[in-house]
């Protein structure tokens, strides 16, 4: 019998609050594995008062019961990923390679991905895309181009020297005709890989057998997923999306479980909406009314520190999402950032029914509803929220289709109500 494994995905355009869901549940979990993305995204939970960011190793890390995966799907910055365990082993966190394992069939960024990606991002001009420079989307395109350098053969020293001498040819003919840049050398790429190899060696390991053999023994996994809904490469606002699938579907192909083996599926929206970077944005609010609420909310990236645009809470777009994950449980964020507006606007359907995340103009047909104007940080349950505070969570249900499990009131660990077993015992 297997245990219930739970996925946590992002209904929006990520910035949800992810982080702070996984880590909750982390606490019921063996296994926390990260099935797509890179270190774009950026979680950050906030533990005992003390903030911590993390861009590539998952939050279960801070769970000393769970042992962390990066996955297939990943792709995995070398250099980033051995600074991340530096600032953790100044945390006092000792992540050693029975806390993580990385899979040998994941990508690695390297760094042309990372010197093609920001050439390409400025070549763009006024129609950037909105990546963030770090190599993610050059290492996908070369995955699915089969010229991507697996794990396993960054670690073996003999294959990825060849490997990389070979590649360079092409790469370092875009650099320097297409981008007038410096030709990358053989010689340095290795001075950079070697020792980052060397140090990562004892985390690579047969990721899928591993996950395998914690299901067969009852052991529960979390699959922690990364950005949202929106920005999936299939399902979201193209062009403006990232290089993987971020549905729950993905954690498929990016961990190597099958889809029975996934149970519930936790979709985490935020009260209102954010978006962070171009693309489609239906319920923006625009002028002071977006800088207060963005000011309220602290949105700003996590990773990049850009200003997050901010609009109402748009319920077509998370319809649509509840169905493109299978959602069984929504938890709900940042609900305590809205205790000081008078009244709040919610999209409850386009006009013209146009599709969520389509390219039909999204005209956004708005209900308005009384605020609560009380501080609700302190609420530790249903009974204790305001009317209307309720009242707006259960019309968010009825619009999306999928129960609210989850409230959150604050960004701390407690600082939650719990309407659902399975977050029982991890609320309050
Ligand atoms: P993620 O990528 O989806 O994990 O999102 P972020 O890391 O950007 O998290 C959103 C931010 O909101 C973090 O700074 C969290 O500490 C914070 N946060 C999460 N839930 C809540 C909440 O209910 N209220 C408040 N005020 N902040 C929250």
Avoid at 346 to 352: G, I, N, R, T
Wanted: aromatic share 6%; hydrophobic share 40%.
């Amino acid at each position: 019998m297997s245990a219930q494994n739970q996925v946590v995905v992002g209904l929006q355009w990520g910035d949800e609050g992810k982080g702070k869901i996984v880590d909750l549940l982390a606490r019921s979990a063996a296994i926390v594995a990260r099935f797509q993305g890179g270190n774009n995204a950026g979680h950050t939970l906030v533990v005992e008062g003390k903030k911590t960011v993390l861009h590539l190793i998952p939050s279960g890390i801070l769970h000393p019961g769970a042992r962390c995966v990066i996955g297939n799907g990943v792709v995995i910055d070398p250099e980033v990923l051995c600074q991340e365990l530096d600032a953790l082993a100044a945390e006092g966190v000792d992540v050693t390679p029975t806390r993580l394992a990385i899979s040998t069939n994941a990508h690695v960024i390297l760094p042309y991905h990372r010197l093609l990606d920001s050439c390409r991002e400025s070549a763009r001009g006024s129609s950037k895309i909105g990546t963030t420079g770090r190599g993610i989307g050059p290492t996908y395109e070369d995955k699915a181009a089969r010229r991507g350098l697996r794990v396993a053969e960054f670690l073996s020293a003999d294959t990825r020297r060849a490997r990389i001498e070979a590649l360079l040819v092409d790469k370092n003919r875009q650099i320097s005709e297409w981008f007038g840049q410096a030709p990358l050398s053989i010689d340095e790429v290795e001075a950079w890989a070697a020792p980052l190899a060397e140090r990562l060696s004892a985390f690579a390991a047969d990721t899928p057998g591993l996950l395998h053999a914690a299901n067969a023994a009852g052991d529960r996994i979390l699959f922690e997923g990364a950005q949202g809904t929106f920005l999936d490469l299939d399902h979201g606002t193209y062009p403006f999306v990232t290089s993987s699938t971020t549905l729950a579907g993905g954690a498929c192909a990016g961990t190597g479980v099958g889809p029975r083996d996934l149970h519930n599926i936790i979709g985490v929206a935020k009260a209102y909406t954010t978006r962070v970077g171009a693309g489609p944005f239906p319920t923006g609010i625009g002028g002071e009314a977006e800088e207060y609420l963005r000011q309220l909310g602290g949105e700003f990236g996590a990773t990049t520190g850009r200003p997050r645009r901010c609009g109402w809470f748009d319920a077509p777009l998370v319809k649509r999402a509840v169905l493109l994950n299978s959602v069984t449980h929504l938890a709900l964020t940042k609900l305590d950032i809205l205790s000081e507006h008078d009244e709040l606007k919610l999209c409850v359907a386009y006009e013209d029914d146009a599709v969520p995340g389509s390219h039909q103009p999204q005209v956004p047909v708005y209900e308005t509803l009384p605020g609560w104007k009380q501080d609700i940080r302190g609420a530790r349950s249903w009974d204790a929220l305001p009317q209307a505070c309720r009242d707006y969570i259960t019309r968010i249900e009825e619009l999306v289709g999928a129960p609210v499990a989850l409230v959150s009131v604050g960004p701390g660990r407690n600082e939650v109500i719990s309407r659902d077993p399975i977050f029982e015992g991890l609320a309050g």
